[in-house]
């Protein structure tokens, strides 16, 4: 069953429209308000048996079956309240974010920019928007997609610099193209906002070693390493600071850490390896390299 975080999006919009109703809507939506979804879901559909063409029903509807965790249902009778009703924004954007959340990229991106266009304040469907851009690439194809994606995210970033994971993003978009200064600056602000989200500190770790500043990166990563102590890609990314800076046995130790944690991490041991390498333990250096081999994806080489 959906959080109830996920719950909330749906709540304040449904019962909003249906207040003031006198159909049975009302009283489903009461119940939903209660968080008595089974019960919501019966008075709904019995609602629904008599006015199948009410958007404010139909939407009630699709947002218990969310909150049921029936989500391809629920996909259905929200689409079903925007073709009744496509221009009330509150519809459009509940579709979007529920095919968003379905990972649906490609079907989400037209139903955001509608959301968007209705309601341009809505900084949560531009953030959706910006998202579905970028994992739709491949789907969609088109073409001036991170121009779309940094037009979404540098309104969220206007309007509301301190949005949940806005400058995430942005870096996560600046990394992609290369603009690692941007990136930098986009992982530092996030780090400020979210001072113990280590997978942010881990990210401006590795920016900072490719623009080869390996002992800002030893600062961020080691912070990272104490708020997530179990998190493998931290270490791997540390242990690749410290070889860079010269401190091989801090790269060794990490490295160690890093394959404890994750056996299965190919690109840990290819690095241990080089750090065995390093300190002159050919027997050890290829040990791990026969396990990167083993563990290796076919495609792609070692990093």
């Known amino acids: 069953m959906p959080s109830v975080p996920f719950i909330a999006l749906f709540l304040a919009a449904t019962l909003s429209a249906v207040a003031g109703q006198k159909s049975g809507c009302a009283e489903a939506a009461e119940s939903y308000r209660q968080q008595q979804y089974s019960q919501a879901l019966a008075l709904a559909g019995k609602s629904l048996e008599?006015?199948?063409?009410?958007?404010?029903?139909?939407?009630?509807?699709?947002?218990?079956?969310?909150?049921?965790?029936?989500?391809?249902q629920a996909e259905e009778y929200l689409a079903k309240a925007v073709e009744k009703e496509p221009g009330r924004p509150v519809y459009?954007?509940?579709?979007?974010?529920?095919?968003?959340?379905?990972?649906?990229?490609?079907?989400?991106?037209?139903?955001?920019?509608?959301?968007?266009?209705?309601?341009?304040d809505n900084l949560t469907a531009r953030m959706m928007l910006a998202r579905s851009?970028?994992?739709?690439?491949?789907?969609?194809?088109?073409p001036?997609?991170?121009?779309?994606?940094?037009?979404?995210?540098?309104?969220?970033?206007?309007?509301?610099?301190?949005?949940?994971?806005?400058?995430?993003?942005?870096?996560?978009?600046?990394?992609?193209?290369?603009?690692?200064?941007?990136?930098?600056?986009?992982?530092?602000?996030?780090?400020r906002l979210s001072p113990r989200n280590a997978q942010v500190r881990m990210e401006l770790g590795e920016t900072l070693l490719k623009r080869n500043d390996a002992k800002s990166a030893?600062?961020?990563?080691?912070?990272?390493?104490?708020d997530a102590p179990g998190m493998a890609p931290v270490f791997f990314s540390l242990s690749k600071a410290y070889r860079a800076d010269g401190q091989q046995n801090q790269a060794l130790a990490a490295g160690q850490r890093c394959v404890e944690l994750d056996p299965g991490f190919p690109t840990c041991h290819y690095l241990l390896g080089q750090i065995y390498r390093d300190l002159n333990q050919p027997e050890r250096a290829r040990e791990q390299f026969d396990i990167f081999q083993q563990l290796k994806p076919h495609s792609g080489p070692a990093n």
């Not at 009410?54 to 909150?67: E, F, K, P, V």
């Not at 030893?218 to 104490?226: D, N, R, V």
């Open 50 to 72: 008599t006015e199948g063409d009410n958007a404010a029903c139909l939407h009630l509807y699709g947002s218990i079956l969310a909150s049921l965790g029936r989500l391809p």
């Open 92 to 120: 459009v954007s509940d579709l979007g974010k529920l095919l968003h959340d379905q990972k649906k990229y490609a079907e989400a991106v037209p139903v955001l920019k509608r959301a968007v266009e209705l309601a341009p």
């Open 133 to 142: 851009y970028v994992f739709s690439f491949n789907e969609l194809k088109i």
């Open 144 to 191: 001036n997609f991170v121009e779309l994606t940094l037009e979404q995210l540098n309104y969220v970033v206007a309007k509301d610099p301190r949005f949940p994971a806005v400058h995430h993003h942005l870096a996560l978009v600046y990394i992609n193209t290369g603009d690692l200064e941007k990136a930098e600056q986009e992982l530092r602000a996030e780090a």
């Open 218 to 226: 030893i600062q961020e990563l080691e912070i990272a390493s104490k």
